[in-house]
Nanobody, 124 residues
């Protein structure tokens, strides 16, 4: 059974930092890409960052470039999302997903497995 366990959310002031973790089990971690998505109330799920565990290439949505960094630890099958300079508009439930495809855009339809969300709240 594939499981993705997201954690690390919380309440932080604007300008602060958080690190999210996505621990994967039950899949061939090295042959999957892991993406982080977020969904704010009343909005669609948005792709935030992605890392391909084969090529180690990364993708970011424009609004987080320069502030968020995605990384992968194959020893623990965990993907991290380091979020710095957080803004109130980053407030959302953050989800991680796993995709076996080579992707060029962080699109939810390309991800087969999903973890539960972790809430990030950024106060102004």
């Amino acid at each position: 059974e594939v499981q993705l366990q997201a954690s690390g959310g919380g309440l932080v002031q604007a300008g602060g930092s958080l690190r999210l973790s996505c621990a994967a089990s039950g899949l061939d971690f090295g042959n999957y890409g892991i993406g982080w998505f977020r969904q704010a109330p009343g909005k669609e799920r948005e792709g935030v960052a992605y890392i391909n565990n084969i090529s180690e290439s990364t993708l970011y949505t424009d609004s987080v470039k320069g502030r968020f960094t995605i990384s992968s630890d194959s020893a623990t099958n965990t993907v991290y999302l380091q979020m710095n300079s957080l803004k109130p508009e980053d407030t959302a439930v953050y989800f991680c997903g796993a995709s076996a495809f080579q992707i060029s855009s962080i699109t939810a339809d390309l991800f087969r497995f999903w973890g539960q969300g972790t809430l990030v709240t950024v106060s102004s």
